[in-house]
């Protein structure tokens, strides 16, 4: 059973900046294209961002874009989310998934996904 980790997450005041990672196996992080989700309390989880495997192509949802940044270190078999002006609304649990496709930037027939990680911000 392949495992993906999070970590990083916690409690930080809005406006406040946290950086989310996600180790994974190696044989899972070269082929697969690396995604962020999130579910906050009493919503459907939602679409983050999603990266290719090499870094060149990136894709963020709305909510995120301009404060959010997703990258991928290689040699470590990690991926990351940095998530800066981070706001109420950004409260959820945050999962790791890898996945072979992307259909319109979304990671597509996700293969593994994290446990996921809760990021609380306060107001």
């Known amino acids: 059973q392949v495992q993906l980790v999070e970590s990083g997450g916690g409690l930080v005041q809005a406006g406040g900046s946290l950086r989310l990672s996600c180790a994974a196996p190696e044989r899972t992080f070269s082929s697969y294209f690396m995604g962020w989700f999130r579910q906050a309390p009493g919503k459907k989880r939602e679409f983050v961002s999603t990266?290719?495997?090499?870094?060149?192509?990136?894709y963020y949802a709305d909510s995120v874009k301009g404060r959010f940044t997703t990258s991928r270190d290689n040699a470590k078999n990690t991926v990351y989310l940095q998530m800066n002006s981070l706001k109420p609304e950004d409260t959820a649990v945050y999962y790791c998934?890898?996945?072979?496709?992307?259909?319109?930037?979304?990671?597509?027939?996700?293969?593994?996904w994290g446990k996921g990680i809760l990021v609380t911000v306060s107001s």
């Open positions: 990266i290719n495997w090499s870094g060149s192509n990136r």
């Open positions: 998934a890898a996945a072979r496709a992307v259909v319109g930037g979304t990671p597509y027939g996700i293969d593994y």
